[in-house]
């Protein structure tokens, strides 16, 4: 029984030593793992050949992968550190691939001691990235674009000052001003000497000192809303220099309309007068209607502190005068009320009122809400005054004529109350 169980026990594995020949396979018929691996998946007829979603790639991921097979290693990091911030990759296909593109383009150049198109690739991916979301992007690229450009020694230095140039305005647009400042003054001094021009034919180291102008300006301002006044001076005089330097007859005279600003903020109306002037000598060259009434108005107000009204006064019908004639409706207003408040100071109400009017009318057909309702205002108080003051005067005086005059308007109660309404107010009565 046992034997004959034995006898016919199957072996459990294969004898090793006669392997069945059914079971050989010649070694020109087997294929290599890599062979295996190209061969196609053949699917069941009719069944679809689609990928599941869990075993799906992101496209992110096939650039990764694919920067990586070309060897492409530091665009490989590049591209997996913006990655990181940049969330919104997988919606905007073009952008991943344009990336790819010249990624790997600046890393060939960059191999092969190619600076300068390696600085030309960073560069496009700068310029493309220009959406308002992208703008960190344009910030990144303007940096390795500066590093690409530090390298390249072919050019005396050209485009590493264009790359100055746009990282001073990125910084810029950001209110950096600092960095702004210094990538600014790196422009200038590598711009100096040289006859670079940009596509448009302007020379760059102008360009660099209307830069300079600009951020330093802005940062006397900030300088000056903390009231740090000296060195607010400081660095509008810089900004000054900057302009006289570019040639810019309208920057220099806009530079010095800002000194002039800065130095009546601190009192010294003499020096603010000084600038003034030369603001309003540069516009009347230029013909520059909107400067040089601007230019009137800032002379009247380091006047009318001084105490000076009646050449305040002068200086004020000017802005009247050549904004009524060039149609600048918002100057003209706003010469008008100036001129308002001067007389309004000087206690001539009937004057003021009449100015007060008129830029309410000039408001009134500017649409303009808050200067309608401030004009509004100033000719109902200076009104107010000139009836008070009449009826004061009228009230100190004894006299049997001056009661009458004032029991009269107080029964009309006309909107004008003068010396010369109430007479006529009164022969009236008489003729009655």
């Known amino acids: 029984m046992s034997s004959a169980v034995s006898g016919s026990r199957t072996p459990l594995l294969p004898d090793i030593h006669n392997p069945p020949k059914h079971r050989k396979t010649p070694t020109s018929n087997v294929k290599s793992s890599r062979e295996w691996i190209k061969d196609p998946i053949i699917y069941p007829a009719g069944e679809k050949t689609q ?8 496209l992110r991921h096939n650039v990764c992968v694919g920067l990586l097979s070309e060897g492409f290693h530091r665009s490989f990091a590049e591209l997996f550190a913006l990655l990181q911030r940049w969330e919104e990759a997988e919606e905007h296909p073009h952008k991943l691939q344009t990336l790819q593109q010249h990624l790997t383009r600046a890393e060939t150049a960059e191999r092969a001691g190619q600076y300068g198109e390696a600085y030309e690739n960073h560069l496009f991916l700068a310029r493309y990235f220009a959406e308002p979301e992208d703008r960190w992007l344009k910030h990144h690229f303007f940096q390795l674009a500066l590093h690409s450009a530090r390298k390249f020694k072919m050019d005396c230095g050209k485009r590493e000052a264009e790359a100055n140039l746009h990282l001073g305005q990125v910084y810029l647009e950001k209110g950096q001003l600092e960095l702004a400042q210094e990538h600014f003054e790196a422009f200038y001094h590598l711009t100096m000497g040289r006859s670079w021009q940009d596509t448009s034919g302007r020379m760059h180291h102008s360009r660099s000192c209307e830069e300079l102008q600009r951020v330093y300006t802005r940062l006397a301002q900030r300088l000056l809303q903390d009231q740090h006044y000296a060195d607010a001076i400081k660095m509008l005089t810089k900004a000054y220099e900057m302009a006289k330097e570019s040639e810019d007859r309208g920057s220099e005279g806009e530079a010095a309309y800002q000194l002039g ?3 009546r903020s601190t009192g010294d109306q003499n020096t603010a007068k000084q600038f003034f002037s030369m603001h309003l000598e540069i516009s ?5 209607t909107d400067s040089l009434g601007r230019a009137y108005e800032a002379i009247a107000k380091s006047l009318e502190s001084e105490g000076k009204l009646t050449e305040a006064t002068e200086y004020l019908e000017k802005f009247a005068e050549i904004s009524l004639n060039s149609k600048q409706d918002r100057n003209l ?38 200067r309608l309702q401030k004009a509004q205002v100033c000719a109902g108080n200076a009104r107010a005054l000139s009836m008070m003051q009449t009826y004061h005067a009228l009230m100190v005086t004894p006299g049997c004529q001056n009661i009458k ?16 309404s109430c007479e ?3 022969m009236k009565t008489v003729d009655r």
């Open 284 to 288: 009347t060259t230029l013909e520059n």
């Open 51 to 58: 990928i599941p979603s869990e075993f799906r790639k992101t």
């Open 405 to 420: 005059k004032i029991i009269s308007w107080k029964e009309r109660r006309e909107d004008n109350f003068s010396a010369t």
């Open 261 to 263: 600003l800065a130095y």
């Open 333 to 370: 207003e706003k010469a008008y009320m100036c001129l308002g408040t001067i007389l309004n100071s000087g206690n001539q109400y009937d004057g003021a009122c009449v100015h007060f009017e008129r830029a309410y009318e000039i408001a009134c057909n500017l649409a303009s809400v808050p």
């Open 424 to 426: 006529e107010q009164e």
